[in-house]
């Protein structure tokens, strides 16, 4: 059984302080793909450390940081000097106190502008601000990619997925039993349009805590995934990496 972890952190603490070991108990449950997502600028200088068998990287400035200066000739110099297979971590958070969320959208429609012109897919971030993210991503054209961490009901999860053909990982929320709305969207995605993520060491599982979250802990996401959608962990796993792989052009 085949897994892709389409969203982790590797270069946060305290995955960052053994890599080769998370990678190694990760491969230990069949996680044969990591997808890193740079989140500010320090995270960008990092990527190139991290490329390697195994695991694939994308460079973005996430919402969280747009008073960050963003050099688009300096992110398109990065994604082609690693060969990122996405552009990302980006979009929009109006839950931030005070967000300044004129320049959260004008840091989001160039990176979006962005990928779209060098044919990537797009890993987003969205928090209270869906009307908004709906309405750009159809303002500004279709665009490839993945809405993550997907914890909404099954109305916004059609709304994306037929509306606008996007993709929704899911991750350790599912496994928490309270976690109504997203267990129910989980349960009604279709297939081609599901991914898999950890969101290590950001979001914990049932029983674990964030910190101690690593991409191995993806195949317990396929596991609790499977049991919501009526499908063996099998069948997941087998759709998944595949959404995966036609998504990020994974080889």
């Known amino acids: 059984m085949e897994l892709i972890d389409t969203h982790c952190h590797l270069y946060f603490d305290p995955l960052a302080t053994d890599v080769p070991g998370v990678l190694g108990r990760a491969r230990a449950e069949g996680v044969v793909q990591v997808v890193v997502p740079a989140y500010d600028l320090s995270s960008w200088e990092a990527m ?60 989001f429609t160039e990176q979006l502008d962005l990928a779209r012109r060098l044919d990537l897919p797009v890993i987003l971030h969205c928090r ?57 969207s989980v349960a009604t995605v279709p297939a081609r349009r599901l991914l898999l993520e950890t969101d290590a060491p950001s979001i914990g599982l049932e029983g674990v805590p964030p910190e101690r979250t690593e991409p191995r802990h993806v195949a317990r996401v396929a596991a609790v995934v499977a049991e919501l959608r009526g499908e063996r962990p099998e069948q997941v796993a087998e759709q998944t990496t595949e959404n995966a792989r036609q998504l990020f052009r994974l080889s």
């Open 48 to 107: 190139p450390t991290l490329v390697g068998p195994g695991v694939a990287v994308a460079y973005g400035l996430h919402p969280w940081k747009a008073n960050q200066p963003l050099e688009l000739d300096l992110l398109e110099q990065q994604i082609r000097s690693t060969g990122a297979v996405a552009v990302g971590e980006i979009g929009l958070d109006f839950a931030i106190p005070d967000a300044d969320r004129r320049r959260q959208i004008d840091a």
């Open 128 to 184: 209270r601000a869906f009307d908004a993210m709906e309405a750009l991503l159809r303002e500004r054209g279709p665009v490839r990619g993945v809405l993550h961490a997907f914890s909404r009901g099954p109305e916004l999860a059609r709304r994306l997925v037929e509306g606008l053909d996007l993709h929704l990982a899911f991750g350790g929320g599912v496994t928490r039993p309270a976690a109504r709305r997203s267990r129910e």
